[in-house]
Nanobody
Framework: QVQLVESGGGLVQPGGSPRLSCVAS????????MGWYRQAPGKERELVAV???????QYADSVKGRFTISRDNAKNTVYLQMNSLKPEDTAVYYC?????????????WGQGTQVTVSS
């Protein structure tokens, strides 16, 4: 069984720079896209950033220039470096991986980590 575990959230002051991490574990054959999504109260879940296996990145307009996504394929880990945080970045951040495990290819979600930006 594949599991994604996120870490690095918490209470952050405006302008802060936390880094989120997400580790995928289990009987994984390969991981294609790795990404971060977020869901703020009363809003739909939205894409924050995604990175392909070869390193091609895509960002939401709202985080371009402030957030950086990266991955370590040897560790099955994806990171989200968040800089210049704003109160509107407050949300639960979810890791998502599209991967192959056994004979199955599909999308797996982490449990989410809360990021609260407040002074």
């Amino acid at each position: 069984q594949v599991q994604l575990v996120e870490s690095g959230g918490g209470l952050v002051q405006p302008g802060g720079s936390p880094r989120l991490s997400c580790v995928a574990s289990g009987s994984i054959f390969s991981i294609n896209d790795m990404g971060w999504y977020r869901q703020a109260p009363g809003k739909e879940r939205e894409l924050v950033a995604v990175i392909g296996r070869l390193g091609i990145r895509q960002y939401a307009d709202s985080v371009k220039g402030r957030f950086t996504i990266s991955r370590d394929n040897a560790k099955n880990t994806v990171y989200l470096q968040m800089n210049s945080l704003k109160p509107e970045d407050t949300a639960v951040y979810y890791c998502n991986c599209r991967l192959t495990a056994g004979a199955t290819t599909g999308s797996v979600w982490g449990q989410g980590t809360q990021v609260t930006v407040s002074s």
